[in-house]
Nanobody, 111 residues
Framework: QVQLVEAGGGLVQPGGSLRLSCAASGFTFSRHSMSWYRQAPGKERELVARIAENHGTNYADSVKGRFTISRDNGKNTVYLQMNSLKPEDTAVYYC?????WGQGTLVTVSS
């Protein structure tokens, strides 16, 4: 069965960095796009970044220039490098692929 397991969330000060990872199994990872979404308290889930099978990427305007999505097909893992974090980046971050969701990892940006 499809499994997506996120890791790497935590508490970080404004301006800091975190790297999230999502380990995937149960499907042919290299043949599918992978996405990161986030959901802040009281808000709808929103797309943060997506990486295609050919490694093409797209980002939400709010994270362009600060976040980088990448993938390692040998490890069936997708990453989200988050730099220059802001309090408004606080959310639960979810990995998504072929209609499946991971359990989410909480990122809190606060001093």
């Amino acid at each position: 069965q499809v499994q997506l397991v996120e890791a790497g969330g935590g508490l970080v000060q404004p301006g800091g960095s975190l790297r999230l990872s999502c380990a995937a199994s149960g499907f042919t990872f290299s043949r599918h796009s992978m996405s990161w979404y986030r959901q802040a308290p009281g808000k709808e889930r929103e797309l943060v970044a997506r990486i295609a099978e050919n490694h093409g990427t797209n980002y939400a305007d709010s994270v362009k220039g600060r976040f980088t999505i990448s993938r390692d097909n040998g490890k069936n893992t997708v990453y989200l490098q988050m730099n220059s974090l802001k309090p408004e980046d606080t959310a639960v971050y979810y990995c998504n692929a072929i209609g499946y969701w991971g359990q989410g990892t909480l990122v809190t940006v606060s001093s």
